[in-house]
């Protein structure tokens, strides 16, 4: 599997599942107009992240790795693969240092239940965290 077989999945499925509407639209073409990498987690994911808020009946989240993209009582922290790089302990890419930590400070927290999901498709390889705030 590579990146067009991803991609050529991706968009099958989205083009049936999720539809981008235009605040999501805006906030992609707004993002691409400041210059902004292109670091918004894909529709699919970004669909399946308000699913899960959605079921959980969250009121607000808060989501941590973004820039300038979208999602959806949760955390979800994107970006947190990073190609794989974030099990190079030794690594020196401040992002993924970043991501380290932020995995650290999760896991050590006693009221965050959590995990990491890796996904591959039309963004490529990557992944994010979700945790949810226990009573």
């Not at 989240?61 to 949760?74: A, F, M, N, P, R």
């Not at 794989?84 to 932020?102: C, E, H, I, K, L």
């Not at 400070?105 to 239940?113: D, E, F």
């Given at each position: 599997?590579h990146l067009?077989?991803?991609?050529?999945?991706d968009?099958?499925?989205?083009?049936l599942?999720v539809e981008?509407?235009?605040?999501?639209?805006?906030?992609?073409a707004e993002?691409d107009?400041?210059g902004?990498?292109?670091?918004?987690v894909?529709p699919n994911?970004?669909k399946l992240?308000?699913?899960?808020a959605?079921?959980?009946?969250?009121?607000?989240v808060?989501?941590i790795?973004t820039?300038g993209?979208?999602?959806?009582?949760?955390?979800?922290g994107?970006?947190?693969?990073r190609?794989?790089?974030?099990?190079?302990?030794?690594?020196?890419?401040?992002?993924?240092?970043?991501v380290?930590?932020?995995?650290?400070?999760?896991?050590?927290?006693?009221?965050?239940?959590?995990?990491?999901v890796?996904?591959?498709?039309?963004?490529?390889y990557?992944?994010f965290?979700?945790a949810l705030?226990t009573?």
């Amino acid at each position: 599997m590579h990146l067009p077989t991803w991609t050529a999945v991706d968009d099958y499925f989205n083009g049936l599942l999720v539809e981008e509407v235009g605040p999501l639209l805006a906030a992609a073409a707004e993002s691409d107009a400041a210059g902004l990498p292109p670091h918004q987690v894909a529709p699919n994911q970004g669909k399946l992240l308000h699913l899960i808020a959605d079921l959980r009946n969250a009121r607000t989240v808060l989501e941590i790795g973004t820039l300038g993209g979208y999602s959806t009582s949760v955390i979800i922290g994107d970006n947190a693969v990073r190609d794989g790089a974030a099990t190079d302990a030794a690594g020196t890419d401040p992002r993924v240092q970043g991501v380290r930590r932020f995995t650290e400070l999760i896991a050590a927290h006693p009221r965050l239940s959590a995990t990491t999901v890796q996904t591959v498709g039309a963004k490529g390889y990557d992944g994010f965290t979700l945790a949810l705030v226990t009573d």
